[in-house]
Protein backbone atom coordinates (compact mmCIF):
# COMPACT_ATOMS: atom_id res chain seq x y z
CA UNK A 1 0.00 0.00 0.00
CA UNK A 2 1.80 3.15 -0.95
CA UNK A 3 0.56 5.83 1.04
CA UNK A 4 2.93 8.57 -0.55
CA UNK A 5 2.32 9.48 -4.64
CA UNK A 6 4.43 11.59 -6.75
CA UNK A 7 2.62 10.68 -9.85
CA UNK A 8 5.08 12.63 -11.84
CA UNK A 9 7.84 10.95 -12.48
CA UNK A 10 9.88 13.77 -14.45
CA UNK A 11 9.84 17.60 -15.13
CA UNK A 12 11.80 19.78 -16.86
CA UNK A 13 11.33 23.56 -16.14
CA UNK A 14 13.48 26.26 -18.01
CA UNK A 15 16.01 28.05 -15.99
CA UNK A 16 14.43 30.89 -14.22
CA UNK A 17 11.36 29.87 -14.12
CA UNK A 18 9.49 28.28 -11.30
CA UNK A 19 9.42 24.88 -10.59
CA UNK A 20 6.08 22.88 -8.84
CA UNK A 21 6.37 19.54 -7.86
CA UNK A 22 3.32 17.52 -6.43
CA UNK A 23 3.21 14.73 -3.60
CA UNK A 24 0.14 13.40 -2.51
CA UNK A 25 -0.88 10.67 0.34
CA UNK A 26 -3.47 9.00 1.98
CA UNK A 27 -3.24 8.53 5.45
CA UNK A 28 -4.40 11.39 7.44
CA UNK A 29 -2.42 10.25 10.50
CA UNK A 30 0.63 12.10 8.63
CA UNK A 31 1.77 14.91 10.49
CA UNK A 32 4.85 15.78 8.96
CA UNK A 33 6.57 16.03 5.51
CA UNK A 34 9.14 16.09 4.50
CA UNK A 35 11.03 16.41 0.70
CA UNK A 36 14.19 15.14 -0.19
CA UNK A 37 16.73 16.36 -3.01
CA UNK A 38 18.98 13.19 -4.70
CA UNK A 39 21.80 13.20 -6.93
CA UNK A 40 23.31 10.31 -8.47
CA UNK A 41 25.76 8.30 -6.16
CA UNK A 42 24.57 10.20 -3.12
CA UNK A 43 21.97 9.56 -0.55
CA UNK A 44 18.73 11.59 -0.11
CA UNK A 45 19.39 14.87 1.52
CA UNK A 46 17.05 16.86 3.80
CA UNK A 47 15.81 19.95 1.65
CA UNK A 48 12.33 21.21 3.80
CA UNK A 49 9.84 20.14 6.24
CA UNK A 50 6.13 21.09 7.30
CA UNK A 51 4.33 19.96 10.38
CA UNK A 52 0.58 19.60 9.55
CA UNK A 53 0.04 22.89 11.73
CA UNK A 54 0.90 24.65 9.16
CA UNK A 55 -0.05 25.35 5.38
CA UNK A 56 3.27 26.77 4.06
CA UNK A 57 7.03 26.61 5.00
CA UNK A 58 9.31 28.73 2.99
CA UNK A 59 13.28 28.56 2.91
CA UNK A 60 15.23 30.54 0.28
CA UNK A 61 13.78 30.17 -2.93
CA UNK A 62 12.37 26.60 -1.93
CA UNK A 63 8.43 26.72 -0.52
CA UNK A 64 6.40 23.57 0.78
CA UNK A 65 2.85 24.19 0.44
CA UNK A 66 0.41 21.87 2.41
CA UNK A 67 -3.45 21.23 1.67
CA UNK A 68 -4.34 18.97 4.75
CA UNK A 69 -8.07 18.68 3.18
CA UNK A 70 -6.90 17.47 0.02
CA UNK A 71 -3.95 14.99 0.86
CA UNK A 72 -1.61 16.96 -0.93
CA UNK A 73 1.34 19.25 -0.61
CA UNK A 74 3.61 20.57 -3.45
CA UNK A 75 7.30 21.99 -3.50
CA UNK A 76 7.91 25.42 -5.39
CA UNK A 77 11.21 26.42 -6.27
CA UNK A 78 11.63 29.81 -7.58
CA UNK A 79 13.99 30.82 -9.74
CA UNK A 80 15.09 27.54 -10.86
CA UNK A 81 18.67 27.00 -11.57
CA UNK A 82 20.29 24.14 -13.29
CA UNK A 83 21.65 22.50 -9.84
CA UNK A 84 18.52 22.28 -8.65
CA UNK A 85 18.16 19.18 -11.40
CA UNK A 86 17.72 15.91 -9.44
CA UNK A 87 15.58 14.00 -8.27
CA UNK A 88 13.01 14.99 -5.34
CA UNK A 89 11.46 12.25 -2.93
CA UNK A 90 8.29 13.57 -0.43
CA UNK A 91 8.08 12.13 2.73
CA UNK A 92 5.81 11.74 5.31
CA UNK A 93 5.45 10.56 9.07
CA UNK A 94 2.82 10.38 11.81
CA UNK A 95 5.61 8.70 14.25
CA UNK A 96 9.29 9.35 14.40
CA UNK A 97 9.92 6.34 13.45
CA UNK A 98 7.95 5.43 10.52
CA UNK A 99 8.48 7.80 7.39
CA UNK A 100 6.98 6.76 4.20
CA UNK A 101 8.31 8.28 1.00
CA UNK A 102 7.23 8.98 -2.91
CA UNK A 103 8.75 7.06 -5.63
CA UNK A 104 10.71 10.46 -6.64
CA UNK A 105 10.05 12.97 -9.08
CA UNK A 106 13.07 14.00 -11.85
CA UNK A 107 13.39 17.50 -12.22
CA UNK A 108 15.66 19.42 -14.98
CA UNK A 109 16.09 22.34 -15.26
CA UNK A 110 17.49 23.65 -18.62
CA UNK A 111 19.97 26.74 -19.03
CA UNK B 1 34.12 13.99 10.08
CA UNK B 2 30.50 14.62 9.40
CA UNK B 3 27.07 13.74 8.63
CA UNK B 4 26.31 9.95 7.68
CA UNK B 5 28.79 7.52 6.36
CA UNK B 6 28.63 4.13 4.65
CA UNK B 7 30.89 1.63 3.18
CA UNK B 8 31.04 -0.12 0.98
CA UNK B 9 29.79 2.17 -1.22
CA UNK B 10 29.70 -0.75 -4.18
CA UNK B 11 29.67 -4.25 -3.22
CA UNK B 12 29.17 -7.25 -5.77
CA UNK B 13 28.44 -10.66 -3.88
CA UNK B 14 27.65 -14.13 -4.92
CA UNK B 15 24.58 -15.69 -3.90
CA UNK B 16 26.39 -17.79 -1.42
CA UNK B 17 29.01 -14.64 -0.04
CA UNK B 18 28.11 -13.50 3.21
CA UNK B 19 28.86 -9.88 3.49
CA UNK B 20 28.05 -6.78 5.83
CA UNK B 21 27.02 -3.18 5.34
CA UNK B 22 28.35 -0.19 7.59
CA UNK B 23 27.11 2.83 8.39
CA UNK B 24 28.09 5.43 11.12
CA UNK B 25 26.73 8.33 12.06
CA UNK B 26 28.43 11.96 13.63
CA UNK B 27 25.47 13.72 14.62
CA UNK B 28 25.01 12.44 17.57
CA UNK B 29 21.54 11.07 17.23
CA UNK B 30 20.11 8.07 18.65
CA UNK B 31 17.99 6.63 16.04
CA UNK B 32 19.39 4.58 13.02
CA UNK B 33 17.50 3.54 10.28
CA UNK B 34 18.29 0.74 7.23
CA UNK B 35 16.59 1.87 4.26
CA UNK B 36 16.05 -0.17 0.38
CA UNK B 37 16.19 1.90 -2.95
CA UNK B 38 15.00 -0.07 -5.94
CA UNK B 39 14.68 1.02 -9.59
CA UNK B 40 11.64 3.27 -9.69
CA UNK B 41 10.19 2.51 -6.35
CA UNK B 42 9.81 4.68 -3.07
CA UNK B 43 12.17 4.21 -0.18
CA UNK B 44 11.55 0.80 1.80
CA UNK B 45 12.39 1.07 5.74
CA UNK B 46 13.73 -2.36 6.50
CA UNK B 47 15.09 -1.79 10.36
CA UNK B 48 14.58 0.99 13.04
CA UNK B 49 17.16 0.74 15.87
CA UNK B 50 15.96 3.26 18.79
CA UNK B 51 18.73 3.90 21.45
CA UNK B 52 20.46 1.00 20.23
CA UNK B 53 17.41 -1.26 20.55
CA UNK B 54 15.13 -2.31 17.41
CA UNK B 55 12.09 -1.03 17.40
CA UNK B 56 10.86 -2.20 13.63
CA UNK B 57 11.32 -4.99 11.41
CA UNK B 58 9.26 -4.42 7.98
CA UNK B 59 8.71 -8.16 7.40
CA UNK B 60 12.48 -8.13 5.88
CA UNK B 61 13.46 -11.85 5.27
CA UNK B 62 15.75 -12.92 7.58
CA UNK B 63 18.95 -13.47 4.66
CA UNK B 64 18.75 -9.84 6.24
CA UNK B 65 20.21 -9.36 9.73
CA UNK B 66 20.93 -5.88 11.20
CA UNK B 67 23.21 -5.06 14.25
CA UNK B 68 23.42 -2.32 16.14
CA UNK B 69 26.63 -2.46 18.78
CA UNK B 70 26.18 1.42 20.03
CA UNK B 71 24.26 4.41 18.76
CA UNK B 72 27.00 5.57 16.36
CA UNK B 73 26.88 2.62 14.26
CA UNK B 74 24.90 -0.13 12.09
CA UNK B 75 25.48 -3.43 10.46
CA UNK B 76 23.33 -5.19 8.10
CA UNK B 77 24.65 -8.69 7.70
CA UNK B 78 24.12 -10.18 4.24
CA UNK B 79 24.10 -13.92 3.50
CA UNK B 80 22.64 -16.03 0.66
CA UNK B 81 20.94 -13.10 -1.24
CA UNK B 82 19.13 -13.68 -4.12
CA UNK B 83 19.85 -11.33 -7.03
CA UNK B 84 16.43 -9.45 -6.65
CA UNK B 85 17.98 -8.34 -3.70
CA UNK B 86 20.20 -5.98 -5.71
CA UNK B 87 19.44 -2.05 -5.25
CA UNK B 88 20.72 0.75 -3.42
CA UNK B 89 21.10 0.69 0.64
CA UNK B 90 20.47 3.15 2.60
CA UNK B 91 21.43 4.25 6.13
CA UNK B 92 19.74 6.83 8.43
CA UNK B 93 19.60 8.45 11.79
CA UNK B 94 17.46 10.73 13.56
CA UNK B 95 17.75 12.28 17.08
CA UNK B 96 15.79 9.57 18.33
CA UNK B 97 12.83 10.54 21.18
CA UNK B 98 9.78 9.08 21.74
CA UNK B 99 6.69 8.93 19.30
CA UNK B 100 4.82 11.80 18.54
CA UNK B 101 7.73 13.77 17.92
CA UNK B 102 8.61 15.38 14.57
CA UNK B 103 12.18 14.66 13.39
CA UNK B 104 14.32 14.80 10.11
CA UNK B 105 16.01 12.06 8.85
CA UNK B 106 19.64 12.38 7.87
CA UNK B 107 20.87 9.69 4.82
CA UNK B 108 24.11 8.47 4.32
CA UNK B 109 25.24 7.98 0.46
CA UNK B 110 24.39 4.35 0.12
CA UNK B 111 25.88 1.06 -0.95
CA UNK B 112 25.14 -0.27 -4.13
CA UNK B 113 24.98 -4.22 -3.60
CA UNK B 114 24.42 -6.14 -7.06
CA UNK B 115 23.77 -9.74 -6.32
CA UNK B 116 25.10 -12.28 -8.85
Known amino acids: DQQVKQNSPSLSVQEGRISILNCDYT??????FLWYKKYPAEGPTFLIS?????DKNEDGRFTVFLNKSAKHLSLHIVPSQPGDSAVYFC??????????FGAGTRLTVKP | ETGVTQTPRHLVMGMTNKKSLKCEQH?????MYWYKQSAKKPLELMFV???????ENNSVPSRFSPECPNSSHLFLHLHTLQPEDSALYLC???????????????FGPGTRLLVL
Open chain 2, 92 to 106: ASSQGAGTGSQETQY
Open chain 1, 27 to 32: NSMFDY
Open chain 1, 50 to 54: ISSIK
Open chain 1, 91 to 100: AASFDNNDMR
Open chain 2, 27 to 31: LGHNA
Open chain 2, 49 to 55: YNFKEQT
